[in-house]
């Protein structure tokens, strides 16, 4: 039987990567409406936000996760 394909370690993170990304900017669109409009309160907003910094740091992390230290 074959085995089905896998991905690499980092291949998963480029895909995770991405989707973190799309999230993000999907919230700052999101945010940007609802402030244009003037319709979103504004505990909505600020949890939002904090949903957009806290997806800021994991594509922060995964990036340095995916980039090598080079030591000069």
Known sequence: MTE??????EEV???KLDLL?????DL?????A?????RGDALTIRRLKKRKLVLK???VRLEDEL????IA
């Open 34 to 38: 609802l402030d244009r409009e003037g």
């Open 13 to 15: 993170l480029r895909v």
């Open 4 to 9: 089905p394909p896998t991905m690499s370690h």
């Open 57 to 59: 740091d994991e594509i």
């Open 28 to 32: 700052d669109a999101a945010i940007a």
């Open 21 to 25: 990304r799309r999230e993000h900017r």
């Open 67 to 70: 980039t090598p230290d080079i």
